[in-house]
């Protein structure tokens, strides 16, 4: 070989060793820039305190910022879409609901699919809901409720975070199965509307306890039933809706995160174990089990083929129940 080819192949070798490395690097240098995350409702609800729970202990575990962007709307849409096209590097990441995963693709055509054009991560947490009115209305338990929206048909408001949330498939779903009609007031986010429910404007919510429990305690609200297959340990002393009047009723919402599709999987594993971690973490554990929340966990896949289940069951249950958005929403 001669000197000229030596130097040539020396050369050759050299770029190709940069260029592997550079190509590793992202995964081996991950994170080295502050992550955000988005929540696509306004401060304040059940998702934002989970996320920002998450978020804060993210953060001491990479070493990196992780900030909280909230982009309340749209049942959850305006926050899908900005993760389902941002950059696939692991940088933006979503915390999202059932509704924004599995419910609200069934009553509006996305500019996303949410099978499609994200990367599981985990799942986060399973957590039952509380009925609830304002004091003001005449009714201190779930048949009286009943009884009274049957008496004026339409006349009692329930408020909704939004198109397919929680707030809004557990209301539509009791109108159904109660054989009852209460008008649906929509607003930003579930904080807003526990603002309007408190404040006697709307009458009746189905909303998460961890954001619920203060206002019930505190006299704001009368809680009536909650909405899982158990009574919850903290508030042992209401029946479930089940219980309460309405057989068969169950709804519940949980959360999971997820990153754009094309996300590197190295990085995917990455969150997944650092989310893991977190959820095994005593405060966050007792933070959940005193909402009566059961921490779920698992893989991206578990939670990839979870996602099909639920958005399947939930197509089943809006179709069958004749939800429409604009009764609702």
């Known amino acids: 070989m001669t000197l000229l080819q030596s130097l040539l192949a020396f050369t050759a070798a050299g770029v190709s060793t940069i260029a592997c490395a550079q190509a590793a690097a992202p995964d081996v240098a991950y994170p080295h820039k502050a992550i955000r995350l988005v929540v696509p409702v306004p401060p304040g609800g059940t998702p934002d305190i989970q996320a920002r729970l998450l978020g804060e202990k993210l953060t001491q575990r990479v070493g990196q910022p992780v900030v909280i962007d909230n982009r309340g709307g749209g049942g959850g849409i305006l926050g899908m879409e900005i993760v389902a096209r941002a950059p696939a590097d692991g940088y933006t990441i979503i915390s999202a609901t059932v509704g924004a995963w599995a419910v609200t693709p069934h009553f509006s055509k996305l500019p996303y699919d949410t099978q499609k054009d994200f990367a599981p991560i985990i799942q986060i947490a399973t957590t039952p809901g509380v009925l609830v009115v304002h004091p003001s209305v005449a009714a201190k338990s779930v048949k009286e409720l009943i009884a009274l929206a049957r008496q004026k048909?339409?006349?009692?408001?329930?408020?909704?975070?939004?198109?397919?949330?929680?707030?809004?498939?557990?209301?539509?779903?009791?109108?159904?199965?109660?054989?009852?009609?209460?008008?649906?007031?929509?607003?930003?986010?579930?904080?807003?509307?526990?603002?309007?429910?408190?404040?006697?404007?709307?009458?009746?919510?189905?909303?998460?306890?961890?954001?619920?429990?203060?206002?019930?305690?505190?006299?704001?609200?009368?809680?009536?039933?909650?909405?899982?297959?158990?009574?919850?340990?903290?508030?042992?002393?209401?029946?479930?809706?089940?219980?309460?009047?309405?057989?068969?009723?169950?709804?519940?919402?949980?959360?999971?995160?997820?990153?754009?599709?094309?996300?590197?999987?190295?990085?995917?594993?990455?969150?997944?174990?650092?989310?893991?971690?977190?959820?095994?973490?005593?405060?966050?554990?007792?933070?959940?089990?005193?909402?009566?929340?059961?921490?779920?966990?698992?893989?991206?896949?578990?939670?990839?083929?979870?996602?099909?289940?639920?958005?399947?069951?939930?197509?089943?249950?809006?179709?069958?129940?004749?939800?429409?958005?604009?009764?609702?929403?």
């Open 153 to 329: 048909p339409g006349a009692l408001n329930y408020a909704s975070g939004g198109l397919g949330g929680y707030s809004h498939v557990s209301a539509e779903l009791f109108n159904s199965m109660a054989n009852i009609r209460m008008t649906g007031v929509p607003y930003k986010g579930a904080a807003p509307a526990m603002t309007e429910v408190i404040g006697g404007h709307t009458q009746v919510m189905f909303n998460t306890v961890i954001t619920t429990l203060p206002h019930v305690k505190s006299g704001k609200l009368r809680a009536l039933a909650t909405t899982g297959a158990n009574r919850l340990p903290a508030l042992p002393e209401l029946p479930t809706v089940a219980e309460a009047g309405v057989p068969g009723y169950e709804n519940s919402s949980w959360t999971a995160v997820g990153a754009p599709a094309r996300t590197p999987r190295a990085i995917i594993e990455r969150l997944n174990r650092e989310f893991a971690a977190i959820l095994q973490l005593p405060d966050i554990q007792e933070k959940h089990a005193a909402v009566g929340s059961v921490i779920t966990g698992g893989t991206p896949d578990e939670f990839r083929n979870y996602l099909k289940v639920e958005f399947a069951k939930f197509g089943k249950l809006i179709k069958e129940a004749g939800l429409k958005g604009e009764s609702g929403i």
